[in-house]
């Protein structure tokens, strides 16, 4: 069965600074794809940014980027410029092309902005 | 466009009693998830279901099951209700059933057992 693990269970940021979360996977399969949700206390999973394994090139949204690195089974997550709304649970999670439909999920980072 | 829509909201049940949670999937989206986020972990995997027949399924107890309409809404059904039910239950549709495509959720139902 594939793992994430998510060893950061708080991270705190100030205004406009950068910080990066922290994620690892352990599984047997080639293809796969990963994906960062963040859910604000207003309970919503809102989807950040996913890679797909076949990938080498790390994905980019505005402000979000990843660090994937594939023979480490490593998928960081990168906040630039970070803002008040950024705050919120963040999970990481991971889709087997073969292992089935379903997302597995880490417990997740608490993300704390500080003015 | 509407997104994930389910219902109720908010929900209080009494231990041994069922309850059954709503969702309505994004509009042209065919394929609906349901997934159990207990407090302070990540949600897990429930149910799949895609063009009405279920696709996957989780490690969880035959007290639970749904079903899709030809509407592709769906509903999750939850039998002999326990304490360690209660959890923020969330439905995400996908335009399809393949791993490549993301999953867009609901804003869930809180279920409380007493």
């Known amino acids: 069965a594939q793992t994430v693990t998510q060893s950061q269970p708080e991270m705190s940021v100030q205004e406009a600074e950068t910080v990066t979360l922290s994620c690892t996977y352990d599984?047997?399969?080639?293809?796969?794809?990963l994906f960062w949700y963040k859910q604000p206390p207003s309970r919503q999973m809102i989807l950040v940014i996913r890679?797909?394994?076949?990938?080498?090139q790390n994905a980019t949204e505005n402000r979000f980027s990843v660090n994937f690195q594939k023979a480490a089974k490593s998928f960081s997550l990168k906040i630039s410029d970070s803002q008040l709304g950024d705050a919120a649970m963040y999970f990481c999670?991971?889709?087997?092309?073969?292992?089935?439909?379903?997302?597995?999920f880490g417990k997740g980072t608490s993300l704390l902005v500080t003015p | 466009d509407a997104g994930v829509t389910q219902s109720p909201t908010h929900l209080i049940k009494t231990r041994g009693q069922h309850v059954t949670l709503r969702c309505s999937p994004i509009?042209?989206?065919?394929?609906v998830s349901w997934y159990q986020q207990v407090l302070g972990q990540g949600p897990q995997f429930i149910f799949q279901?895609?063009?009405?027949?279920?696709?996957g399924r989780g490690n969880f107890p035959d007290r639970f099951s749904a079903r899709q309409f030809p509407n592709y809404s769906s509903e999750l059904n939850v039998n002999a209700l326990l304490l360690g039910d209660s959890a923020l239950y969330l439905c995400?549709?996908?335009?399809?059933?393949?791993?490549?495509?993301?999953?867009?959720f609901g804003d869930g139902t809180r279920l409380s057992i007493l």
């Open positions: 890679q797909e394994a076949y990938k080498q």
């Open positions: 599984t047997s399969e080639s293809d796969y794809y």
């Open positions: 279901y895609y063009e009405k027949e279920e696709r």
């Open positions: 995400a549709s996908s335009q399809g059933a393949f791993s490549n495509q993301p999953q867009h």
């Open positions: 509009s042209g989206h065919k394929s």
């Open positions: 999670a991971y889709r087997g092309s073969n292992s089935g439909y379903a997302l597995n």
